[in-house]
């Protein structure tokens, strides 16, 4: 009896616990107490932000790197002889398009110019004075001999270094010595006819120096414009063509002076015309001694020194008049066209000694950086003496190599998106210039190289350069790499509907470091979160926020 009652007692116990849970968890109920304390909150919406997937193209690229280097080198040279004094660069110095790097020893070359200069100016008082009119004493006081002096030694020293830098071969030579020495006899000749007043003999002599001016200076007018032509081909240098030109003109000033003295023949011998003529013959004498000394040297250049040695006769010559004491006479017109020829004359000397002046200023043509400098500072130089070289800025490139399942896309003038590890933050334009067709048996890599303009000069030379070609475009739905998510190996999204989100598998074509192409998977219109992907799953219930990266819903 008493195990029946404990039996119905356990029984009892157990009904009356089944009612009460029944009652505390039955749905539709307002729980109280200490359940409804223990019941779970519904979990917040997770903070999202959202974009639309839309149809778009994405560019495929190939990375490339290489180290940036110069196509072309230009190698500075002097066009004159001449002991090197400065040098105004170092290697791996930056330089501009016509700045002067060297400098050679010019002490003679200002020299030459002062001396040019006062002699033009001497020329052009005359030619004023005789184009006014105005009557020129030919006596002269100390102060204008001693100048005169001073000019002709100057004069000499030119002739003396214009003969021992240039030079010429033996037989240019040996016409130079019998043609001093054919003009010693003509001035002995003339110097016997002044004397004797053989005025016939005199018009004869005359008129063939004329005669020989003439051919003179119609040879120079010739080669003159043969040499033009020739610059304007291009086919010599400007020095070669001013030259010639500086010859031209010293045949024409010399053409002037034997119409001239023809002229004076003309009108009779005078007293101070034999001082002249005994003075043409010393010249003349002087001339034939150089000539012969300098036929064993071999060593002269005939535009060079006809240009020299015009300066001295014409020195000389004030020289002569200054000391002869040559009377007062009137100026006529063949007077005031003789001065006109020494003026011109003067003139290209002056052009001559500035060029031969502004030449020993070494400039380089291009901008860029001193690759090599293998002159030293004290050293005498010539015309194939290499000062140093120049490695352009402008138009650095660099060689990359490509894969050979890529070689196929990329194209000569294929645009190269270029950065350089040296300049963090800028951006160069490239372009591919050359493909080599040709693979490395090992590797199976294509080179190709890649010009990179730079008109600033900034690009270092051997920096490490980094490329982006691009070779094709792809269309399809283009996402943010940031609205992907994986797990082993396989990719999804979250797509946004009804204020859920659901994790939606995607099959991705092209991607590149920020960008993926969705193949299958998401439609275009369809809505998928950007941001805050890491605290989704499927089903969360969101809420959709501004990206907070644009400051605007997306």
């Known amino acids: ?20 849970l029944i009652m505390v968890f039955k749905p539709g109920k307002k729980q ?19 974009a639309t997937a839309q149809t778009s193209s994405l560019t495929r690229t190939i990375q490339v790197i290489g180290q940036l280097q110069s196509d072309r080198e230009v190698t500075l040279t002097s066009k004159i002889p001449g002991k090197l004094v400065q040098m105004l660069v170092d290697t791996g110095n930056h330089v501009s398009a016509g700045q002067m790097v060297a400098r050679l020893d010019d002490s003679d070359a200002i020299n030459g110019v002062q001396q040019a200069q006062a002699a033009l100016a001497l020329a052009r008082a005359h030619y004023d004075q005789a184009r006014s009119g105005v009557g020129m004493k030919d006596t002269q006081t100390a102060q204008a001999i001693t100048s005169a002096k001073a000019n002709l030694q100057a004069a000499k020293e030119r002739l003396a270094q214009a003969v021992n830098t240039a030079k010429i071969g033996d037989t240019q030579a040996e016409v130079g010595v019998q043609q001093a020495k ?28 004329v005669d020989q001016a003439q051919a003179n200076y119609d040879q ?21 063509w001013q030259s010639a030109k500086y010859a031209m003109q010293a045949a024409q000033a010399a053409l002037g002076s034997a119409k001239q003295q023809s ?17 043409s013959v010393n010249q003349a004498k002087a001339a034939y001694d150089l000539a012969v000394a300098q036929l064993a040297k071999r060593a002269y250049n005939q535009q060079d020194v006809q240009a020299a040695q015009a300066a001295v006769r014409q020195l000389q010559s004030q020289l002569d008049i200054a000391e002869a004491g040559k009377a007062q006479y009137t100026l006529t017109r063949q007077d005031v066209e003789a001065f006109a020829a020494q003026l011109q004359q003067a003139q290209a000397q002056l052009d001559a000694a500035k060029l031969q002046l502004a030449e020993t200023r070494i400039c380089t043509p291009v901008s860029g950086i001193i ?7 004290g050293s005498s130089i010539t015309a194939t003496t290499v000062l140093m070289t120049v490695a352009p800025t402008h138009g ?14 990329v194209r000569v003038g294929d645009p190269v998106r270029t950065t350089v590890d040296a300049l963090p933050g800028q951006v160069f334009t490239g372009h591919v210039s050359e493909i080599i067709p040709i693979a490395e048996a090992a590797t199976k890599l294509y080179r190709v190289h890649i010009s990179v303009p730079d008109d600033t000069g900034v690009l270092p030379m051997n920096g490490f350069a980094r490329g982006t070609i691009a070779i094709s475009q792809v269309r399809g739905v283009i996402i943010p790499k940031d609205a992907l998510a994986s797990s082993v190996g396989d990719f ?3 797509t946004i509907s009804d204020g859920h989100a659901h994790r939606t598998p995607v099959t991705l074509g092209y991607t590149d470091d920020t960008r993926a192409q969705v193949l299958t998977g998401l439609k275009p219109g369809e809505t998928y979160a950007v941001v805050g992907i890491s605290s989704l799953t499927d089903g969360a219930k969101v809420e959709v926020r501004p990206d907070p990266r644009i400051g605007t819903s997306a």
């Open 1 to 20: 009896m008493e195990r029946s009652r404990s039996k119905w007692y356990i029984v009892a116990g157990i009904v009356i616990l089944a009612v009460i």
């Open 32 to 50: 109280t107490g200490t359940a409804a304390a223990a019941a779970a909150p519904p979990a917040p919406p997770v903070p999202v932000s959202v």
């Open 182 to 209: 054919a003009n010693l006899a003509s001035a002995q000749q003339n110097l016997k006819l002044t004397i004797a007043g053989a005025r016939q003999q005199q018009r004869e002599e005359a008129s063939l120096e």
């Open 220 to 240: 120079a007018q010739d080669n003159y414009n043969r040499m033009e032509s020739l610059y304007k081909a291009g086919a010599v240098p400007q020095q070669t």
């Open 263 to 279: 002229s004076l023949v003309e009108a009779g011998n005078l007293p101070e015309q034999v001082a002249i003529a005994q003075q």
């Open 371 to 377: 690759d090599t400098r293998p002159a030293t500072v």
């Open 396 to 409: 650095l490139y660099f060689e990359a190599d490509v894969p050979e399942a890529s070689i196929a896309s």
């Open 492 to 494: 999804y999204v979250y």
